[in-house]
């Protein structure tokens, strides 16, 4: 048998496609090869929402905000009125904070610190929270967000120098008669709990000036803090009833608020002592009994 002869126009076909693909696979093998074009983004800007006050960032005299932290909270653990933190540092609405935003948490250079003086106003009692900063900071905005905030230039602060020994000390009176079931525990109690029945009488441990009243601090339920100069503060938690109002001024001895068992387990008044911000024992502070 003869070996079959493929048609001349065959043949020709078969090496025209063969041709073709060789031709395609080497511009394919090209292509692979080639780099990948490569975008310059130098030029392109990124717009960062700044924040107020951020250049004062770790200055003495300065707050950052941290994820969580209220106005009122921040005021506290400074020793200050949060008014008067709102004041200083320009803010229309005292619950909007920002993580990363710095506060100015001293007065600054020629304002004149608050002073306790004058007679009491007369006692108004009061059940109901008086509004307060009580929203947590919010983060900040993504990346990408063109925002600009404008606030006025602050003053820088010197740092507080510091006091002569027994500045500003104060010789405190008990706050309420019960029996001291709990201590003070700089981690896990920053006062001392007095027991009593519901209604007991909640005295002023010193003359001093109402600087918050209400219930805008979880934990503490119907809280007073009393502003006794610039290096003390004492606090009044969990009271059945206020019965004083911000910036009032009142006496040693006055009564204050009511007994109550509000945001805890049971009745009791929780009393801290505040030095220039930071808890210590009220029972370094009290007379013995």
Not at 1 to 26: E, S
Not at 82 to 95: H, K
Not at 103 to 110: D, E, F, I, T
Not at 158 to 164: D, K, N, V
Request: aromatic content about 4%.
């Amino acid at each position: 048998m003869q070996p079959q002869v493929l048609p001349r126009w065959r043949g020709a076909a078969m090496l025209t496609v063969l041709a073709a693909l060789v031709v395609t696979a080497g511009c394919s093998t090209r292509r692979l090869a080639q780099p990948a074009p490569v975008e310059d983004r130098s030029s392109v800007r990124v717009d960062v929402k700044s924040l107020p006050g951020a250049e004062n960032a770790g200055k003495p005299g300065y707050y950052t905000v941290r994820p969580g932290d209220t106005l009122f909270r921040i005021a506290l653990d400074s020793g200050q009125s949060w008014r008067d933190v709102q004041t200083w540092n320009s803010l229309s609405n005292p619950n909007v904070l920002e993580v990363g935003q710095v506060l100015r948490v001293v007065p600054p250079v020629g304002v004149a610190p608050v002073v306790v003086a004058g007679a009491p106003a007369p006692l108004t009692a009061s059940t109901s929270a008086v509004t307060s900063p009580g929203l947590v900071a919010r983060p900040l905005a993504p990346a990408g967000t063109a925002t600009v905030i404008t606030s006025p230039a602050p003053v820088v602060a010197p740092a507080p120098a510091p006091e002569p020994a027994g500045a500003d000390e104060i010789n405190f009176v008990w706050p309420a008669q019960g029996a001291v079931v709990a201590t003070f525990d700089e981690a896990k109690n920053k006062g001392v709990s007095i027991a009593g029945r519901v209604g007991d009488p909640v005295l002023a441990a010193a003359d001093g000036r109402v600087v918050y009243a209400g219930a805008g601090l979880r934990g503490y339920g119907n809280l007073i803090i009393l502003k006794h100069n610039n290096t003390y503060l004492t606090a009044y938690a969990h009271n059945q009833a206020l019965l004083v109002r911000e910036d009032q001024a009142v006496k040693q001895g006055q009564k204050i608020a009511e007994m109550g068992s509000s945001d805890t387990d049971r009745i009791k008044l929780h009393f801290e002592v505040r030095r220039q911000g930071k808890p210590v024992d009220p029972l370094n502070h009290l007379p013995k009994r």
